[in-house]
């Protein structure tokens, strides 16, 4: 086989594919050179292990493809023994060529690496622009899924933000930041609710993010899970005044250590398990304060910033050991951001902000497939969050 078939370059006609239809009508065209290739590498392989028959020529059949109808030439034999293992008999709908591609880019391959896995498995050229139009239908799907209608009650949601190398106009890469709110709902399963972009992380983006949330059908907030941002509960509070805001521990232990000396850490460390780990909220109060009256004077910052923020700090001690496992830290959507991570670190850094939102949509898909289940111990969860936020679960829980 060779790479231009009938007379068909995909690598000039590429070029020249301008419109949506240009697109479709070269898939389509190009499915039914691939698959037609991989049927005569069919029968090729049947005579080669059957001597005694060989060609005779071709049928047609019309089957359903995702680039619409398509008529395929399917070889035959000379005594009828080839039966096709690509379309067997009584099959009229085939899988798309470009599901593949994007499944290929889902997962963090290169336009430059799907191009060569086509080659190799198809013995098909198709050009980098090609590659990028197909993977280009995925954007109005992921406008579609930004603006969709959210539910109008989730009992927790985490947010955080990622920083990204995109391109500017002047053809610079910049640091832009890529915000997440990942939201469990009334079932206690994992859902993405939104991405946005901006240049820089922000209480005052934030106050934008929750107010696109309110917009999209979400009436309440049962508990934020945020970092140290300055100013996010604010934000939070400002557009859902009931939300309880946890500021991450996690978040809060790394900002306080970064600023004790390395021969105090461990002792300092000591000190503070027993405010964070603390059974009860009073044991941990009385906890903060001795961590105060022995260090305050050498790390003032440190100290201050606990007992400045502890009102954040210490909401999950109203709760039970399950809800504050759950709560006390955004863990949660920093191990989406690690899984995003893994995808986007081979890519350095991307030409604009559409081709970083496909690629991490395409991303959380594949990742959303494990989250079908609800969280650990959410029956026992949710069932104390319908005792402690009766008023405003009434109704939501059946």
């Not at 980098?128 to 139009?133: A, G, H």
């Not at 989730?154 to 915000?179: E, G, Q, S, T, W």
């Not at 709902?185 to 939104?194: A, F, V």
């Not at 917009?215 to 509070?237: P, Q």
């Amino acid at each position: 086989m060779n790479t231009q078939i009938d007379n068909i370059d995909f690598k000039e006609l590429s070029k020249t594919c301008k419109t949506q239809e240009d697109l479709s009508g070269l898939i389509k065209q190009f499915m039914k050179n691939m698959i037609e290739n991989m049927l005569k590498a069919e029968l090729d392989d049947h005579i080669e292990n059957n001597k005694q028959t060989s060609k005779n020529g071709y049928y047609e059949k019309t089957v359903r493809s995702d680039a619409g109808e398509i008529t395929l030439n399917i070889p035959r034999d000379r005594k009828s023994e080839y039966k096709p293992q690509l379309i067997p008999k009584g099959r009229t709908t085939i899988s798309g060529i470009d599901n593949k591609i994007i499944s290929m880019y889902a997962r963090g391959m290169s336009l430059r690496d799907i191009e060569k896995q086509v080659k190799e498995m198809y013995d098909v050229e198709m050009s980098d622009s090609l590659l990028s139009r197909i993977i280009d239908k995925i954007m109005p799907e992921v406008k579609q899924w930004q603006n969709r209608t959210l539910e109008s009650v989730y009992p927790i949601v985490y947010m955080d933000a990622m920083v990204f190398k995109i391109k500017d106009d002047n053809d610079f890469y910049k640091n832009r930041a890529l915000h997440f709110a990942i939201g469990i709902n009334l079932e206690g399963k994992k859902e993405l609710l939104g991405m946005w972009l901006t240049d820089n992380e922000g209480a005052k983006f934030w106050l934008s993010i929750v107010t696109d949330l309110k917009n999209r059908g979400v009436e309440d907030i049962l508990i934020a899970s945020v970092d140290g941002l300055k100013g996010f509960s604010k934000a939070i509070n400002s557009v859902f005044p009931q939300t309880i805001v946890q500021r991450c521990i996690i978040h809060q232990i790394r900002y306080s250590m970064k600023y004790v000396g390395s021969k105090y850490q461990k002792e300092f460390m000591q000190d503070l398990k027993k405010v964070y780990k603390a059974p009860t909220k009073q044991a941990a109060k009385d906890a903060l304060l001795e961590l105060e009256q022995k260090w305050k004077e050498k790390y003032p910052m440190v100290v201050n910033s606990w007992t400045n923020n502890w009102t954040e700090l210490s909401a999950y001690f109203e709760y039970s050991e399950p809800i504050r496992r759950i709560i006390y830290t955004t863990n949660t959507v920093e191990g989406f951001n690690r899984q995003i991570r893994k995808i986007t670190k081979t890519k350095g850094g991307f030409s604009n902000d559409e081709s970083l939102l496909k690629l991490v949509y395409l991303a959380y898909k594949d990742i959303a497939t494990k989250w079908n289940r609800s969280i650990a111990n959410w029956a026992e969860i949710i069932s104390q969050f319908s005792i402690i936020f009766e008023d405003r679960l009434k109704g939501c829980i059946r």
